[in-house]
């Protein structure tokens, strides 16, 4: 059988999976098998050459039983609307999960910023936020950066949002330079969130990490920021790393700093001094203690899972690894850290700075970096607990279950005290 890898199926089928294991409600459940409210909009942009290109945007909520929708914006070529209905619904489980009061939305434009300059991104962030104003706004749907969409484009977002609600609202978008209301420590909280619940998952593995070899696929946000933390803060030695080119391997291991300047020159990692050149695909069947995909989904499926050499998966894109995948990794007693928990601490900190953009006060980076850990280890002890209780209970589940289990259970029960069932 051919394994099913649209992005949305894949969501439904995990949460039917948790649904089933935990004996949701059937009402609950068809709530959240689907997203509350769907927009796409054809936005015109004015280009560089003085034409007029059409470009599709979506803006998609989920969910919004435990306060405004919250999620990212992507702008990619490939952007489709089962793509982002999927990663509004793993924001829903996972501002459930880090027990945040947001609910679950996301964004996406079809475009490829590498064909566009500074004057057409503007453009079409701006018209993106003009299109979409009635649905978003920092009550409602509070977006931010996700692939390809940066803190420049967010002050953009911003600004314009600003103009048409005819005030000062820096708390509809998060991500933004710290000059306009970001909060200190957002550039890194994905890679900073992802390398606690590391720390927190090799302690519990009884892995040393500093002697652990990791290989890291993508550099961009997430998996740049993952190499340099991973090499400062845990002493790991990151010895692959890729970009949408294709990645390098040296046995010695990266130079964090060398290699983001090389990259900076050639646009890609490939080809640095010193390293063989591996591509995407087998960079993710190396030998090695910790397997980081930072880049897109479905890279780990049912054809390659059995070839993952790894000890530990850490999920720091959205949706790496298929239902088809989780199975054999579970069954190779790999373990496989969730998306939705590894890579929360980005929409942690955008709370944050929601929160310091709603008061008015604004914290340190330790301050940040001190919460951030305090939510993603509560929320990796949540998820072990849940495992233990259904081992106790005679059923062994995989981390991925446990942790959808606490967060399905949070939004329903929000759903049904506000009486929607
Ligand atoms: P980014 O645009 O900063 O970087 C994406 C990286 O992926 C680039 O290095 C690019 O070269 C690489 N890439 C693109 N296509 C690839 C391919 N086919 N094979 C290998 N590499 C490829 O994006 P990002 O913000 O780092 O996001 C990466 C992942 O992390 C996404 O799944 C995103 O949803 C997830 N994520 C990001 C954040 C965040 O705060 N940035 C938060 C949560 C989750």
């Known amino acids: ?35 509350k409210r ?23 909520m989920y969910n919004d039983a435990r306060g405004p929708g ?3 914006i992507r702008f990619h070529p490939e952007e489709n609307v089962s793509t982002v209905k999927a990663l509004a619904a793993w924001m829903t489980w996972k501002t459930a999960l880090a027990d945040i009061p ?41 977006p931010a950066p996700d692939v390809y969409t940066t803190p420049q484009i967010m002050a953009w977002m911003m600004d314009e949002y600003n103009k048409l609600a005819g005030g000062s609202e820096p708390g509809f978008i998060t991500g933004k330079p710290v000059e306009i ?33 990791v290989a890291i696929q993508g550099f961009g946000n997430a998996g740049k920021f993952a190499f340099d933390i991973a090499n400062t803060m845990l002493g790991a030695n990151v010895v692959a790393i890729s970009d949408s080119k294709g990645g390098v391997y040296s046995e010695k291991g990266l130079d964090y700093d060398k290699l983001s300047a090389a990259k900076e020159q050639t646009g890609t990692v490939q080809g640095y001094k010193g390293t063989e050149d591996v591509s995407n695909e087998d960079l993710l069947e190396l030998d090695v203690d910790v397997l980081i995909p930072a880049a897109i989904e479905n890279q780990i499926t049912g054809k390659n899972a059995d070839r993952i050499n790894a000890k530990m998966v850490l999920e720091l894109a959205n949706g790496p690894v298929t239902p088809d995948a989780d199975k054999i990794l579970f069954e190779k007693g790999i373990l496989d850290l969730p998306d939705f928990l590894v890579n929360s601490g980005g929409v942690i900190v955008s709370y944050f700075e929601w929160v310091q953009n709603n008061s008015g006060e604004y914290w340190t980076e330790d301050s940040v970096y001190k919460k951030l850990d305090g939510i ?15 081992k106790e209970k005679g059923k062994k589940i995989t981390p991925r ?8 259970d949070r939004v329903a029960k929000a759903m049904k005290l506000r009486g929607w069932y």
Request: glycine share 10%.
């Open 70 to 72: 919250k999620g990212g």
């Open 181 to 213: 209301g970001g909060s200190q420590g957002r550039f890194d909280s994905t890679a900073m969130g992802g390398m606690y619940i590391l720390r927190n998952a090799a302690k519990m593995a009884k892995m040393d990490l500093k002697k652990a070899r």
């Open 102 to 142: 947001f609910g679950g939305g996301k964004g996406g434009v079809i475009c490829d910023t590498k064909k566009m300059d500074a004057f057409e991104l503007e453009n079409l962030s701006r018209s993106y936020v003009r299109a979409l104003a009635e649905v978003v706004g920092p009550k409602k749907d509070v």
């Open 1 to 35: 059988m051919v394994e099913e890898l649209d992005p949305f199926k894949i969501a439904q089928k995990q949460l039917d999976d948790a649904a089933a294991i935990m004996s949701l409600d059937k009402q609950a459940l068809a709530i959240l098998r689907e997203p």
């Open 38 to 60: 769907v927009v796409t909009v054809n936005i015109p942009v004015r280009m560089s050459d003085g034409t007029t290109e059409t470009f599709t945007g979506f803006r998609v």
């Open 401 to 408: 279950q446990a942790a959808y289990i606490i967060a399905v």
């Open 376 to 390: 993603v280890t509560k929320s990796f002890n949540d998820m072990v607990a849940m495992q233990k209780e259904y």
